[in-house]
């Protein structure tokens, strides 16, 4: 993974005060090659999600459902940073590149999001078509990221599908039960 550039670093780490972030109980994982698939609960709030940690020790790549909502799916990234988060904030809106092997580009935007007393900052994409992204990610064998960063050369991420498919079906129906 290229670094991340010193600039989006030194936006991303905060100096206010440190408050412990909401921790949801992982449930019910499995692993499906360089993917996992779980159920996330904190209280009533129940998630669900297909998630790639294979591919970078700092990053994963994630595709989140909620119960209740099952069809509204949604694709995030996390990045661990030095240290926690003194605010909620959304940090940036960046251009995006997201493609799936050799299928089009998709050009979309995402937002750069921090949470309080949290390690990580997270990418949430815009994404119009998931329904045709997932049959792509079911399929493929690597999603490749770019991210525009103004006058500097995109920062550029790859992330591996093996065992995509598996992980994604079983999120799904996970999701589905718990209607």
Request: charged share 20%.
């Amino acid at each position: 993974m290229k670094p991340l550039p010193t600039a989006l670093a030194s936006a991303l780490l905060f100096s206010a005060p440190i408050v412990s972030a909401a921790t949801f109980n992982m449930q019910d994982v499995q692993t499906h090659g360089h993917w996992q698939s779980m159920a996330l609960t904190l209280g009533n709030e129940h998630h669900f999600r297909a998630v790639e940690t294979h591919s970078y020790s700092d990053a994963t790549l994630s595709l989140n459902a909620t119960q209740n909502v099952c069809d509204l799916p949604w694709l995030e990234m996390r990045v661990t940073l030095e240290q926690q988060q003194g605010e909620s904030k959304t940090v940036n809106l960046v251009p995006t590149r997201l493609r799936i092997d050799e299928h089009p580009v998709v050009d979309t935007m995402a937002e750069f999001i921090t949470e309080r007393g949290d390690d990580g900052f997270y990418v949430h994409f815009y994404l119009g078509d998931m329904q045709t992204l997932m049959t792509q990610m079911r399929q493929g064998e690597q999603l490749f990221l770019g991210f525009d960063q103004g006058e500097q050369a995109p920062w550029y991420m790859t992330f591996q599908l093996e065992g995509a498919n598996e992980a994604i079906e079983r999120m799904q129906a996970l999701c589905e039960a718990a209607r």
